[in-house]
């Protein structure tokens, strides 16, 4: 025992070492620049009557949390990348149903990157009807002074500025991903979870005179860490054997080996799937309550009425998220296809047979772990109302989506850094 930390152990040796030291720098820089366009609000935005909204509207919370915090003060970026992950949604529905994008998604690199020019090209319109309805609800909330047709130019600047602030934070995402460390979408989320801490914490403080609750507060917190960092790494190995192979006239002999069927192997996606989707019908609802229509008026303020319910809204979290867990984990892992491969090669798992056996099997362990893990992150994404409601602490909500999310993004980065580091062994050794 050294006594020292494997992740300080693993940043100290990436800083050393000049290319992963200017990955980290180059990251650093750009999340910078994103704090910097979170902190430049749109003009004639009344910020106290901001505050008020936000503390008194979960939904805009949510959306606050994927804009990074930029929502908190109605910046350039306060739609934040969350009509990218609308679109991105959108695609991979597409790709499943329409013969032609499952075709092109199939083609490599190709197929990836045009399939990656949709998204894009798709995200224009979900930030623009994302901004109608968030910016008619701030109107109606008195945020903004006028939004509408009366005020034609202004409400085109707020669209076109809203709009032109996604985009660049899907820019600044995917430059992160490809000159940086870990993925760049995932990290402005991190970003702006970060940098909301130290005001929540202070606030807090301010409020909450229990320090008894606050104590059993952060014991909670601890432990839900600990049990999100234990899901997250728990797999099932599911053991491969290989029968030895000739090849011409060389004998190769055989092996053995494991397949790594994780507990949570979508990570955050479904739960950022999730309140994509519970963040959309609300945004619509609220450009249709003054409506001239009876039943469109009354149908939309229904809707915006029946998301701001706690148990309705916290109900429909939960079994989106379980039903995305299932839906994200049968798109990246395909039984017929593993097994195909391993009966390609010549293996097999002790006491199946070979093709469709196998390919039944796996469904089977993937079907029952992935129930563990879709339960597990429907949990962590209601708990902050339930850990909120039993400690009384109501300032410092006990985000598991912030606080699955945070993890998620430092063991993934970790694990990026790890590799790159066991690779430049790696390569000195064959020197």
């Excluded at 995402?173 to 990290?187: C, V």
């Amino acid at each position: 025992m050294t006594g020292k930390v494997p992740i300080f152990d693993a940043l100290v040796d990436a800083m050393r070492a000049p290319d992963l030291r200017n990955k980290i720098l180059y990251t650093l820089g750009m999340l910078v620049v994103f704090r910097f366009l979170a902190h430049v609000p749109l003009p004639g935005v009344d910020q106290t009557k901001l505050a008020s909204v936000l503390a008194s509207n979960q939904l805009l919370s949510l959306l606050d949390l994927f804009s990074g915090g930029g929502l908190a003060r109605f910046s350039v970026v306060a739609l934040g990348v969350n009509p990218y992950i609308n679109a991105s949604i959108i695609m991979t529905l597409l790709n499943q149903t329409i013969p032609a994008l499952e075709r092109l998604s199939k083609e490599g690199e190709y197929g990836r990157n045009k399939i990656n020019q949709y998204t894009r090209i798709l995200t224009v319109p979900m930030a623009i009807l994302q901004g109608i309805g968030v910016s008619v609800f701030m109107q109606r909330s008195g945020v903004i002074a006028d939004f509408g047709l009366s005020s034609f130019g202004l409400t085109i600047s707020i669209l076109a500025t809203l709009t032109a602030g996604t985009l660049l934070l899907m820019w600044l995402g995917e430059l992160i991903s490809e000159n940086g460390i870990g993925n760049g979408i995932s990290f402005i989320i991190f970003a702006g979870i970060v940098g909301r801490l130290p005001t929540t914490v202070s606030q807090t403080l301010q409020v909450q005179e229990n320090y008894a609750l606050l104590a059993v507060y952060v014991l909670i917190a601890v432990g839900v860490i600990a049990a999100i960092v234990f899901i997250q790494e728990g797999e099932r190995r599911v053991p491969v054997q290989y029968a030895k192979r000739v090849r011409g006239t060389r004998m190769y002999s055989g092996g053995s080996t494991h397949i790594p069927l994780r507990v949570n192997s979508a990570g955050v996606i479904p739960i950022i799937f999730a309140i994509s989707i519970l963040l959309l019908p609300s945004q619509v609802a609220q450009y249709f309550t003054n409506s001239d229509t009876t039943w469109l008026r009354d149908a939309s303020t229904a809707t915006v009425a029946a998301f701001q319910n706690t148990f309705v809204y916290n109900s429909l979290y939960f079994i989106l998220t379980v039903l995305f867990t299932f839906f994200y984990t049968a798109f990246t892992f395909v039984p017929n296809d593993v097994a195909d491969n391993i009966k390609r090669y010549g293996g097999f798992i002790p006491g199946i047979r070979p093709g469709r056996p196998t390919a039944e099997f796996l469904g089977r362990v993937v079907t029952r772990i992935t129930i563990a893990g879709a339960l597990f992150l429907g949990i962590v994404a209601v708990m902050p109302t339930l850990i909120g409601d039993l400690t009384g602490v109501q300032t410092l909500r006990l985000g598991g989506t912030s606080i699955l999310i945070v993890v998620g993004v430092v063991v993934e980065t970790m694990k990026q850094l790890e590799a790159q580091l066991l690779m430049r062994s790696y390569e000195g050794f064959i020197r």
